[in-house]
């Protein structure tokens, strides 16, 4: 059996319960790997324990199944591929790419989220330490499917970063790409929240010698406030008896013209019509939408 050209993704936080923000990402993944008759895998990002919601990962699994989604083979947890990450970060620890920090977030808070390479070579052990990665001083770049062009110099715009926190807990950066590699995804869909993320993911990807997908960043939903709509702002759960209308607003948010006979229309249905009539030319080219536009 010959594997599918286009696999796909979702991979929810259980920090919180779905909300719309997360529905339009989750729509537009799934539209476009059904699409073209590709596989839609679900990955749990369950990293950060002390910040997990009791009851978000059952809760999200019904909120999907009740939306109409349907994902294909086991949902992955990240929770069990600690190995993985410990044995790469052994790995790169040793051939002198990455290196113990300790400095403390007093310490680094003049540099403004950037990091100045004050660990660099001060050759601390890993114990009680965090683990970054040393970034070159180039440019990374791609051509995002919507966003369009987008580069980062990884020296001045992120300077080496952590891949395993003080804590021992596994940081996301590190994760997202072997998971992604691990499961074979070729095409990542997902907001546009993470979009500078991507350029540290892709020479994580060129220096671990890992394919790179194709990225596609959907606009983030925000409130009247600016806020984006998520799990720390109380943006309200999704409902199982909103799926239709819901279904249909994260459509409009993506640029696709629904037709009015879908309003009344099954979950299924809509997703069904959203399969066939997909065209992701027609997401709207900005990094963030206010939720009041998409009202009917």
């Known amino acids: 059996m010959n594997t599918p050209a286009y696999i796909g993704r979702f991979a929810p936080t259980p ?24 596989r839609w895998l679900l990955r749990m990002e369950d990293l950060d324990p002390p910040r997990e919601m009791p009851g978000a990962q059952a809760a ?13 083979g086991e949902v992955a ?31 680094l808070e003049p540099y403004q989220g950037i990091y100045p ?9 890993q114990h009680d330490a965090a683990i970054r990665i040393r970034v070159p001083e180039l440019n990374y770049a791609f051509e995002d499917r919507v966003q ?6 990884l020296g001045r715009d992120s300077g080496d970063f952590v891949i395993r926190r003080r804590d021992g ?11 992604d590699a691990w499961q074979g995804v070729t095409h990542i869909v997902r907001g546009a929240d993470l979009l500078d993320s991507t350029p540290r993911q892709l020479y994580l990807q060129e220096l671990l010698g ?12 925000i409130q ?61 080219r900005v990094l963030t939408l206010a939720e009041a536009q998409l009202q009917p």
């Open 117 to 125: 390479g004050l660990c660099r070579n001060a050759g601390h052990g």
């Open 15 to 38: 920090s919180g319960f779905l909300h719309f923000g997360s529905l339009v990402a989750a729509l537009a993944s799934y539209l476009d790997a059904r699409a073209v008759g590709g």
């Open 148 to 153: 369009g062009r987008f580069a980062q110099h």
């Open 169 to 179: 807990l596994y940081a996301y950066q590190l994760a997202v790409v072997l998971d």
């Open 224 to 284: 009247p406030d600016g806020n984006k709509l998520g799990k720390s702002y109380r943006s309200p759960p999704l409902q199982a008896d909103e799926a239709g209308p819901l279904l249909l607003r994260a459509l409009r948010a993506l640029g696709q013209p629904a037709p009015a006979e879908l309003h009344d229309a099954t979950a299924n249905e809509i997703l069904g019509w959203g399969i066939t009539h997909w065209d992701a030319s027609l997401i709207p």
């Open 60 to 72: 999200i699994l019904t909120a999907l199944e009740n939306y109409g989604f349907e994902w294909d």
């Open 77 to 107: 947890y990240q929770s069990q591929r600690h190995d993985a990450y410990g044995q790469l970060i052994d790995r790169l620890f040793q051939q002198g790419l990455a290196y113990a920090c300790t400095c403390s977030r007093k310490q």
């Open 210 to 221: 890992l394919p790179q997908p194709r990225y596609l960043h959907v606009p983030l939903i």
